[in-house]
């Protein structure tokens, strides 16, 4: 097929064609991303919250973050399982995405803080590897923008850069200064 033959892509994509057959990889690459991360992480927060996916429910998550210093226990860990599941349910979706990823961040500076910090890089140690690559992903989703395949493409957030890294950074660390400092 020569190049004239070919259909050429719209000058300016709208909201009636954002996902057309013009997505890219990258789109279809971030959705890859946002859904993987994102709906493993909002499992992990339905374990804490419902005990369901092997989870321990409510009730012992509390005990563990009671265990953890963080008093009372089952109010953080209703926040944390919040904050992973619509955080991770917002990333999956590209639903405010700047929030989501600013839940996640500050869920797993936490974790990284108070239960994985102390033992190194490496998972097989209990260490930071996979807090530190969720938290990277939801920055790196937050830099780029969830893409068009995502339900923020129609709002101006949608689109990524410094200002959405910004806000997910800084609210997840706030986020995360207020929970360690209580």
């Known amino acids: 097929m ?36 994102g709906l493993v992480m909002a499992a992990h927060g339905a374990q804490k919250l419902f005990g369901i996916f092997g989870g321990q429910g409510l009730a012992a998550t509390g005990k563990g973050f009671e265990a953890l210093g963080y008093h009372p226990g089952n109010v953080f860990a209703v926040i944390c399982g919040l904050s992973e599941g619509l955080g991770g349910l917002g990333l999956a979706l590209g639903f405010l995405t700047p929030l989501a990823a600013a839940a996640l961040v500050g869920v797993m500076i936490n974790a990284m803080a108070t239960v994985t910090g102390a033992h190194g890089l490496w998972e097989t140690q209990g260490g930071v590897e996979y807090s530190l690559g969720i938290t990277v992903a939801a920055l790196a989703v937050a830099a780029l923008g969830p893409g068009r395949l995502a339900v923020d493409r129609f709002f101006p957030w949608g689109r990524g850069g410094w200002v959405s890294v910004a806000v997910a950074l800084g609210l997840g660390g706030i986020g995360a200064a207020i929970t360690l400092s209580l």
Not at 2 to 18: V, Y
């Open 2 to 37: 020569k190049t004239a033959d070919r259909p050429s892509p719209p000058a300016e994509r709208t909201a009636q064609h954002p996902a057309g057959p013009w997505s890219s990889a990258g789109d279809w690459g971030l959705l890859l991303l946002r859904l993987t991360f």
